[in-house]
Structures are given as structure tokens and as C-alpha cells.
């Protein structure tokens, strides 16, 4: 299973930006795809889950800012960012949990917000 992260950037506070995450190697119609960002010096933070038939849950921080969607079609999940704040400033990471419910991590996305 093989999964990366991108979209990530450099963006002034209040801006947005729409992370991408392509997983091949598992069916990805059955998987769950949870984001998670960490921030330079802090513990990895959950942001945002996707499950198998499209529900979503976020974190209180990013809740009504951030939407996750799906592309089953694409074999992609998405991050849609909006007026994001420098406190939003990590490299983001997109997990997947297949149906089996073993889980895979990919390489992150930088993303820069300055205020």
C-alpha cells in the first residue's frame, strides 16, 4: 500500500488550500483515511477522519475550516483548508486503515501559513 500526501505550501493567514491524498495497493472504496498534522516541536495531532461510506469527524481546532472528501473514483481523499491560521502551520499526513484494519502511513505535505 502506497499513499503520499500533497498540496501542501506557503499561504497567508485566511487563505486556503486543498490537500490530496492518493492511496493504490488496497481497495480503496473500504478504507478510512484520517489526517493528522504535526507542528515542529509538538506531538502528531489529529485533524480530520473520512470513512468508508464518506461520514467525517474533525478535530474542534480545525472544525468548520477544514472538509474532508472523498474520489473513490480516484482512489483519492481530500483536505479542503480554508481560512487557515499560522497555527495551522505543520507537515500534514494522511493514514489509511483498509479493510482488513491494518494501517499504512505516507509522507507528509509541508503547509506554511503566515500571518
Known amino acids: 500500500v502506497q499513499l503520499q500526501a500533497s498540496g501542501g505550501g506557503l499561504v497567508q493567514a485566511g487563505e486556503s488550500l486543498r490537500l490530496s491524498c492518493k492511496v493504490v495497493?488496497?481497495?480503496?472504496?473500504?478504507?478510512?483515511i484520517i489526517w493528522e498534522r504535526q507542528a515542529p516541536g509538538k506531538r502528531r495531532q489529529w485533524v480530520a477522519t473520512?470513512?468508508?461510506?464518506?461520514?467525517?469527524s474533525y478535530a474542534d481546532s480545525v472544525r468548520g475550516r477544514f472538509t474532508a472528501s472523498r474520489d473513490n473514483a480516484k482512489n483519492t481523499v481530500y483536505l479542503q483548508m480554508n481560512s487557515l491560521k499560522s497555527e495551522d502551520t505543520a507537515v500534514y499526513y494522511c493514514?489509511?486503515?483498509?479493510?482488513?484494519?491494518?494501517?499504512?502511513w505516507g509522507q507528509g505535505t509541508q503547509v506554511t501559513v503566515s500571518s
Open positions: 473520512i470513512h468508508s461510506g464518506g461520514d467525517t
Open positions: 495497493g488496497t481497495p480503496f472504496i473500504v478504507t478510512t
Open positions: 493514514n489509511v486503515i483498509d479493510g482488513l484494519s491494518n494501517e499504512y
